[in-house]
């Protein structure tokens, strides 16, 4: 990947029901950040029309987590695209077919659409599990085993990245090379509580490990003032 700036790295997860408290967090944080990620809570709240009146233009990670047969996650990627935006993601436990007809589905539709084609990125293992949940499911071996396993698969399948958590970003640079994409949850600036979080890092560690993109929520969101907590990341990530 191209270099990024320690400010470009940073995509803030708008988890909120909340459409007004939603565009003050983009309208508080735009210039310190590098862009916005939407998930399920906003999507279901607000759905396309609500991301748009809410992100507009800034960078947008569409994180919607796809898993469904690959003609169900192709449309579903069709669709995306009509929101613009800069990556997009579906599990990479969905399996080959489905990703590679998720990938051929963006080129598509970016064509039609004569826009950028969005990142498609394979969530590998939740950051929120660890070696006993995935145990607990009947998964073949350690998480961090299991991450390189769908990275590969991933990537072999036409992805273009993955989300993983800060813990498997080193063994993924050897795994799958520098311009992989690495999207990284599972960031705990030291000041922070992991919560329902278990494998995760501060972010200057992710960084130094080799992330692409942090994914930060709560440590942002959550801070009494947002955008002073944004730029305490981006002064920790300068000194990287
Ligand atoms: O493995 C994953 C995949 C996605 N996420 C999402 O990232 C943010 C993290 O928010 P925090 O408040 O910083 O924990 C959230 O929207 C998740 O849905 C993830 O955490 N782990």
């Given at each position: 990947m191209s270099r990024l700036t320690p400010h470009e790295r940073v995509l803030v997860a708008l988890d909120t029901q909340d459409l007004e408290r939603a565009a003050a967090l983009v309208s508080d944080l735009r210039g310190s950040v590098g862009g916005f990620k939407i998930g399920k809570e906003f999507f279901t709240s607000h759905g396309p029309d609500g991301v748009r009146a809410c992100v507009g233009s800034h960078p947008l990670f569409l994180d919607l987590k796809y898993h469904d047969i690959p003609n169900t996650v192709a449309s579903a990627v069709r669709?995306?695209?009509h929101l613009h935006p800069q990556m997009l993601n579906v599990h990479a436990s969905g399996g080959r077919a489905m990703m590679e007809a998720a990938a051929e589905a963006a080129r598509e539709a970016a064509e039609d659409l004569e826009m950028d084609r969005p990142l498609v990125l394979g969530v590998t293992v939740l950051t929120s599990l660890d070696d006993a949940d995935l145990a607990e499911i009947g998964q073949q071996g350690n998480t961090a085993e299991v991450v390189v396993r769908l990275?590969?698969?991933a990537k072999a399948s036409g992805l273009d990245g993955v989300v993983c958590s800060p813990k498997e970003i080193a063994i993924l640079r050897k795994a799958c090379g520098p311009d992989f994409a690495l999207v990284v949850p599972g960031i705990r600036p030291s000041w922070t509580a992991s919560g329902d979080q278990k494998r995760v890092m501060t972010p200057a560690e992710a960084v130094a490990a080799g992330a692409d993109y942090l994914v930060?929520?709560?440590?942002?969101?959550?801070d009494p003032d947002p955008a002073s907590a944004a730029k305490r990341i981006r002064a920790e990530l300068e000194a990287v």
């Open positions: 669709a995306a695209l990275a590969k698969l930060i929520g709560r440590p942002i969101t959550g």
